[in-house]
Structure formats: structure tokens, C-alpha cells
């Protein structure tokens, strides 16, 4: 980029008005010294130029009409061929007369010309452009505006007779009017009668809108299962102490609530009305069954803390070898696996948690046995 094309659109190219001035210099702002290069789509001089996309087309093929711009005969820039093939947009000369130069810079000029290849400038390649024609005027100029008042054309449903004694079409100005100026009435009009001095009556306020109120979550957990008062606020109560599955609070207990499953809820109220069997299965009966149960929580690849009090302290008193044992044992948790492989996936990872559960239960008996 060069000063001299820029200086040269801003104040001495032929333009018409100033939409083609800031069109013009928008696009020799990114060509080269010598007013060659100049490329720039569509899209970037209407945001530069502030002008529509068909002002800036009409405007840039009036230009070239008239000389001022012209399609690139030298070899096209590197950064143009880099560009892919629907987005390249035409390369412009931009016509700056040999004259606008003085006789050192243009010799400069030719000189960096030669380097890239081109031919050098002279006042035969480049000669002097015409001036601008005149702005186009608008057609209405010179015509009389129309007055301001009735006018002659009825409209629809008015007829064009008026009264002898009616209104008359007066120019601007003072005028007599027909009818005498309305002097003050002898009686009191039907508005002061009354208390004329009184301000009016204030306008009735209209009432603020109610707002709704949002339900508590016991009234949520009422509304899906068939729970009593109680139950529902056991439910939420067992809820808030289950958490998020992870070290994230509960931020809203209705929110959260709300986005259960209804089976969710479901197996919440079967848990509070019959917690001995909270996993659906007994640990005595089946452990690896008992454990899978709690850790299939809302949230997959999360284990769901303990129903009750009694399990966290039994949880509590065992060693850390077995508690490891016990709650991790040889693999993750049953989780949360991709998509196209849940049911594998699932099947594996519960049957190495049996796995585990099964060594951690012989490793318990043999411990109890001293063998």
C-alpha cells in the first residue's frame, strides 16, 4: 500500500459524487504504489464505503466506463491465487495519470515497475482523464411545490360542492376569515357546570400483573408419582441427600426435580415407603446385584451415595484394602459409554464389577474364618 494512490482518489480523481470517492479509495487503499492490484469484494466496499452492494457495483461499472478503472492486464498476485476459485474477485487497475506524479517519483516508480515485471508508466499508457460529467439532477427540480392545504381532488366519498359561506382556499399569509371570530358564550357550557375549579378525576391505575408462583418441590414430586405429603417430603429430603453424584451441590432442588425421570421418582418413592431394599435386590441375597442397583444413579458413570445411615457407617468401619475392594473393586463403575456401544460396553463393565464383588466376598470369609 502507497500514500499517492490514496491522495490521488481523495483529491484529485474525476468523481462524481462522494459514494464513488469513498468506493475508489476503498479499493486503491489495497492495491500497490502504481495503483495496480486492486481487488476487493463486493461484500468488503459496501462495508467500507458504507454504500449498498448495487451502489457499489453501479458505481464501480460507471467508473470503468469512464476510465478510471480498468480488469488488470499484468499477472494477478500471489494472494489473489490463494483465494479459493468462488471467492476471487476481479483484479483492478486503478487509471492515475503519469502527470499526477512529478518527474522523480515517477521515475521511482517505474523502477519498482520494472523489479515486478510491468512496463513502465508513461503519459501514453497513462494519459489524463476527463473530468467528471455533472451530477445528475432530480427531475422535480424547479418545479413548484404544492401548497399545503385542501386540495382541488375530493377524495373518496367527499363530493366537491361546498357552502357559499364555507371555508376558501387562501394563500399563505394573513386572511379574513368568513365567519366572525366565536365570542364567549352567555352560559356556562356543559363542561363547567360543576365545580370548575376541581382537577379531574386520576385515571384508575391499572393493576400489576400476579405473579405466578413457582412449586415448592414436594408439590413436583406430588404432582408425578402417587405420594402423600409425607412421602413427598421424604423424597425430596432422599433426594438432597443423594447430591449431583458429583462434588457439585443441588443449586435448585426444584430444577432438578422437575428434570427427573419420571421412573427416577418412581424408584425414590419405592426407596421411602420400603428403604430396607433400596437397590431392588437385598444385599444379603445378592451383593453384586445390591451394589449395582445404587450406582446406576441419574447421572451414568456416577455411583449414587448410600440409602441409609446404618450402610454409611458400615461403610465407614471397613478397612481401606476392603473398601476399596468392596465399592471399586477390579474395574470403574458401571458408566456412561459411547454411542453404538451401550449394551457391550454396560455388560462388560458389570460383569468385571461382579467379578470384583465376588474376590472381595471371599476375601471377607477367608478373613472371618483366619484362613
Same mark, same amino acid.
Given at each position: ?145 404544492? =401548497? ?162 446404618? =450402610? ?45 464383588? =465376588? ?13
Amino acid at each position: 500500500m502507497s500514500v499517492y494512490p490514496i491522495i490521488w482518489a481523495i483529491e484529485h480523481a474525476p468523481v462524481i459524487d462522494a459514494e464513488e470517492r469513498a468506493i475508489l479509495a476503498a479499493l486503491v487503499t489495497k492495491g500497490d504504489f502504481d495503483g495496480c492490484n486492486c481487488y476487493r469484494s463486493f461484500a468488503s466496499l459496501t462495508r467500507v464505503a458504507c454504500v449498498d452492494r448495487r451502489t457499489a457495483m453501479r458505481k464501480v461499472k460507471a467508473m470503468t466506463d469512464r476510465g478510471l478503472l480498468r480488469d488488470q492486464l499484468d499477472p494477478k498476485p500471489e494472494s489473489w491465487h490463494r483465494l479459493p476459485a468462488d471467492k476471487r474477485p476481479v483484479v483492478r487497475e486503478a487509471m492515475i495519470p503519469a502527470s499526477f506524479w512529478s518527474a522523480t517519483q515517477l521515475g521511482e516508480i517505474n523502477e519498482a515497475r520494472e523489479a515486478r515485471g510491468r512496463a513502465p508508466i508513461t503519459p501514453f499508457t497513462r494519459p489524463e482523464l476527463r473530468e467528471a460529467p455533472p451530477k445528475k439532477t432530480r427531475k422535480d427540480k424547479g418545479t413548484k411545490k404544492s =401548497e399545503r392545504g385542501d386540495t382541488e381532488t375530493p377524495g373518496d366519498g367527499v363530493t366537491s360542492s361546498h357552502p357559499a359561506e364555507g371555508l376558501q382556499d387562501t394563500s399563505r399569509g394573513d386572511s379574513e376569515s368568513p365567519n366572525p371570530p366565536m365570542g364567549p358564550s352567555d352560559g356556562p357550557s356543559s363542561s363547567s357546570v360543576g365545580a370548575p375549579d376541581e382537577p379531574p378525576a386520576p385515571a384508575a391505575e391499572r393493576p400489576a400483573p400476579k405473579k405466578t408462583k413457582k412449586p415448592s418441590p414436594e408439590q413436583i414430586v406430588m404432582e408425578r408419582p402417587d405420594a402423600t405429603d409425607d412421602e413427598a417430603k421424604a423424597v425430596v429430603d432422599y433426594i438432597e441427600q443423594q447430591g449431583t453424584g458429583t462434588p457439585e451441590p443441588i443449586r435448585s432442588l426444584t430444577r432438578w426435580i422437575e428434570g427427573r425421570d419420571d421412573r427416577d421418582l418412581a424408584r425414590d418413592l419405592a426407596h421411602v415407603r420400603a428403604p430396607e431394599s433400596p437397590a431392588g435386590s437385598l444385599y444379603e441375597r445378592d451383593p453384586g446385584a445390591y451394589w449395582k442397583g445404587v450406582n446406576k444413579g441419574y447421572r451414568g458413570g456416577t455411583r449414587a451415595p448410600l440409602p441409609s445411615r446404618e =450402610e454409611y457407617d458400615a461403610l465407614a468401619a471397613l478397612p481401606q484394602d476392603r473398601l476399596a475392594a468392596v465399592v471399586m473393586g477390579d474395574a470403574p463403575p458401571p458408566g456412561r459409554a459411547p454411542q453404538g456401544s451401550v449394551g457391550r460396553r454396560q455388560r462388560e463393565s458389570d460383569d468385571l464389577f461382579d467379578r470384583a464383588m =465376588e474376590r472381595a466376598l471371599q476375601r471377607e470369609a477367608a478373613m472371618e474364618t483366619g484362613d
